[in-house]
């Protein structure tokens, strides 16, 4: 009896080992994969004309402030001390809002990015899944991650070519 007990532990492992090892792997690299949808070149275009127009914004304000200080600079001889103190403190003020600004302006390009770019990894990521489940993997492993020390290719699918087919990418 302990015989037969032991003989069936010993068989379901070498079974569950087996079928552990028979798992499909796959691997992708997902950066790859978004950079070739048109999406992208879509969202860098947009990306392109709003920092063109921040960039105008802050243009804006630096020419002004340029002609202010020029202007301090012909008038400061001839300028009374309370004067002088009144455009030094402007001057300041000017400087400072456009530093302002500028954060503000980096901010809003963050956002804006992260705003365009959201869209394009979720609909890449379903069909990542979607090709994933369809293909019975266990695991997919992000090459776009660097996390990997080593892939033995004879083991691993690329399922790149599989992904694009899914998004219409040739």
Do not use: C, H
Not at 21 to 34: M, P, T, Y
Not at 103 to 113: G, I, L, T, W, Y
């Amino acid at each position: 009896m302990k015989k037969l007990i032991k003989l069936t532990l010993v068989a379901a492992l070498v079974l569950s080992s087996t079928s552990l090892f028979a798992q499909k792997l796959g691997r992708i690299n997902s950066q790859e994969l978004i950079s070739l949808m048109p999406e992208t070149t879509q969202m860098q275009t947009d990306l392109q004309t709003y920092a063109t127009e921040l960039n105008a914004q802050i243009e804006e304000v630096q020419v002004e402030l340029n002609n202010k200080f020029a202007d301090f600079q012909k008038k400061q001889s001839t300028m009374k001390d309370l004067e002088r103190q009144v455009a030094e403190k402007e001057l300041n003020e000017l400087g400072a809002r456009l530093e302002q600004f500028r954060q503000v302006a980096s901010e809003d390009f963050s956002k804006k990015q992260q705003e365009l770019f959201a869209p394009i990894q979720e609909k890449a990521m379903a069909a990542i899944e979607k090709v994933s489940k369809a293909g019975g993997y266990a695991v997919v492993i992000d090459l776009a991650a660097g996390s990997m020390i080593y892939i033995d290719e004879a083991q691993v699918t690329d399922l790149l070519p599989a992904v694009k087919a899914e998004l219409g990418i040739k």
